[in-house]
């Protein structure tokens, strides 16, 4: 918002302009969701930020950033024992940070040598920071 303050009398006109820009710490929504899937299931998660100026998202894996996963959505395209862990947006702009709770990933697996269970598991929804559900 640009406020214009204008002062007159005999001598004269003078005008001056003033902005004003009202920073808002970022909202990252929405809330991630853990998983448990099994081995070789995609795993999507996905959520966004608010706030003014825009914020600059970072994926984090553990507490360590993900280097180049920046973007509103993280894909594991094929989920591994590798892939466990707690999974964190960070959003960042120049009011501040917000960290979203972390999204759990757990996976299911068979070693190798070992006979699989009786009961392999069911095929569960994955449904990570969305609201959609796929049977996997």
Known sequence: ???????TNNAGTVSSNATLSV???PV????????????GSMVVFTSGATGVPTPGLQWSKNGAPIPGET?????????????????TLTATNAAGSSDQLE????RHFHKLG????SHPPTAR??????RRCISR
């Open 28 to 39: 990252i929504t929405p809330q991630p969701v853990s998983v448990t899937t099994n081995a």
């Open 114 to 117: 070992r006979d699989p269970p």
């Open 23 to 25: 920073i808002v710490t």
């Open 71 to 87: 973007g509103s959505t993280l894909n594991i395209a094929s989920a591994q024992g590798s892939d466990n862990g707690n999974y």
């Open 103 to 106: 999204g759990h990933v757990d």
């Open 1 to 7: 918002m640009t406020v214009t303050v204008i002062a």
């Open 125 to 130: 929804p994955v449904c990570a920071m969305t």
